[in-house]
């Protein structure tokens, strides 16, 4: 798990699960298939799906993920190449999910501010360093500092979600 680089796609606060993957498209049971429909009812935000680019980020301020538990918000970023979620907070499910699937979301102290006066913005590189939880804004300079993702979230990961880990940790009786 190294430093990562892409460009910062910004959302604001309380950004809800019907809005990252919306609720009409929930019968669609193929993960591969479901970035198509990311962020479709988002306003300005109604072409993610088509102009994401693996290794781009999702930079969000707190609350993200609120509403309704579904994976299929993890998974349409997931399989868009989106490495990791970047949120001041996100709701417990959401961060519930994403854990148990092996998909990181790394918390950053002061995110909704730095959103709210234009100190991270749409289109800016980004480098990431997940395990110190360091991140620099590369277009401006500005550096955030984050939550490292822990050792269990990381072996979670390596295991390909929580399934597989406890799978692979069981112990027989």
């Known amino acids: 798990m190294s430093s990562k680089k892409g460009r910062a796609w910004v959302f604001d606060d309380n950004v809800d699960t019907d809005l990252i993957y919306h609720n009409k498209y929930l019968a669609e ?9 990311a962020f479709e009812y988002y306003p300005g935000k109604e072409n993610f799906a088509k102009e994401v680019k693996p290794g781009d980020f999702v930079v969000a301020g707190k ?18 190449g989106v490495p990791c979620v970047l949120a001041e907070t996100c709701s417990r499910i ?19 501010d730095a959103i709210h006066k234009g100190e991270i913005k749409d289109g800016d ?11 620099r804004d ?8 984050g939550d ?9 990961m390596k295991a390909g979600g929580l399934f597989n880990y406890v799978k692979a940790h069981r112990t027989e009786k």
């Open 125 to 135: 590189m980004l480098s990431v360093d997940m395990e110190n939880g360091l991140i």
């Open 148 to 156: 490292a993702v822990s050792d269990l979230e990381k072996e979670i």
């Open 94 to 112: 959401y961060y519930r999910n994403a854990v148990n699937n092996g998909y990181p979301v790394l918390f950053v102290k002061g995110l909704s």
């Open 29 to 37: 049971s193929d993960p591969k298939n479901m970035p198509q429909y």
């Open 138 to 145: 590369e277009t401006n300079g500005k550096e955030f500092r």
């Open 63 to 80: 609350n993200f993920g609120c509403g309704s538990s579904r994976e299929h918000a993890i998974y349409c970023l997931e399989y868009a």
